[in-house]
């Protein structure tokens, strides 16, 4: 992928600990298949943050066999066949989780910033 900011994007080792959030969160909005959801964050977040393959697909397994996401496969509009992912009850439960996560690290992230 073509960087299209001057700032470097986060890759995907940088977002192992957000990535769960990222994907649940994208899945939230709508089923997805692998590349949709790599591209909606890249395109949300500006080009700021990039998830890889190699990180993106062994999530995507692990977050199955916790039984957040459930996968089928289904033809895309391209007409290509393609495993669409979409939230469990189970994993709207987990995002849901993952949000106050992210709320109470970002706060005390902010905090510490604040008297630095």
Do not use: C
Not at 7 to 30: H, I, M, N, R
Not at 58 to 85: K, S
Not at 92 to 97: D, G, I, P, V, Y
């Amino acid at each position: 992928m073509q960087e299209t900011r001057s700032d470097p994007a986060v890759d995907g080792d940088a977002l192992q600990g957000t990535l769960d959030l990222l994907v649940l969160k994208t899945l939230s909005l709508a089923p997805q298949h692998g590349y949709g959801i790599a591209s909606h964050v890249q395109q949300a977040s500006d080009d700021l943050l990039r998830v890889e393959e190699g990180s993106l697909y062994p999530a995507l397994h692990r977050m199955e066999q916790a039984g957040w996401i459930a996968a089928e496969w289904q033809m895309t509009a391209r007409n290509r066949r393609a495993r669409m992912y979409r939230l469990t009850r189970a994993g709207q439960r987990r995002l849901a989780e993952e949000q106050e996560k992210w709320a109470r690290l970002t706060e005390g992230v902010r905090k510490v910033l604040r008297f630095a």
